[in-house]
């Protein structure tokens, strides 16, 4: 596996839209605090895997609300490419444990706005006639 820093942007971008009133994937008001869960375990990731500092010292992660692209709001597909990038780019150890928490959170608020995902059955049925 490879790893590389994730940049801000990313984090941004995920949390924005997860703390968005409607979703309430992610508290408002708590988007630097998981973002900073998540910084950390990237460089973690990268300095355990790589056995070499990542590029800052120290971890810092300064929220900014946005959405880069017009089409994440609207497509939760979007939403789940950039939950998979940024999981990818982590360990999934124990030491990494609340990133993924956060993920998983963000990835479930993403697939029930999926088109169709809460018309679907919970479940299914056998059949039982012939």
Not at 22 to 49: F, M, P, W
Request: hydrophobic share 40%.
């Amino acid at each position: 596996m490879s790893v590389m820093i994730v940049e801000d942007i990313n984090y941004d971008t995920l949390l924005s839209w997860a703390s968005d009133p409607k979703r309430k994937a992610i508290k408002e008001g708590s988007q630097g605090l998981c973002g900073n869960v998540l910084k950390i375990a990237n460089h973690n990731t990268y300095d355990n895997r790589y056995d070499e500092p990542a590029r800052e010292s120290v971890v810092i992660y300064k929220f900014t609300k946005r959405l880069i692209c017009n089409s994440c709001d609207n497509h939760p597909v979007m939403i789940l490419k950039l939950c998979d990038f940024v999981e990818y780019q982590i360990d999934s150890g124990i030491e990494c444990l609340e990133a993924v928490k956060i993920i998983r959170r963000i990835r479930s608020a993403a697939i029930r706005e999926l088109p169709g995902y809460n018309e679907a059955k919970w479940g299914l049925e056998l059949l039982t006639t012939f």
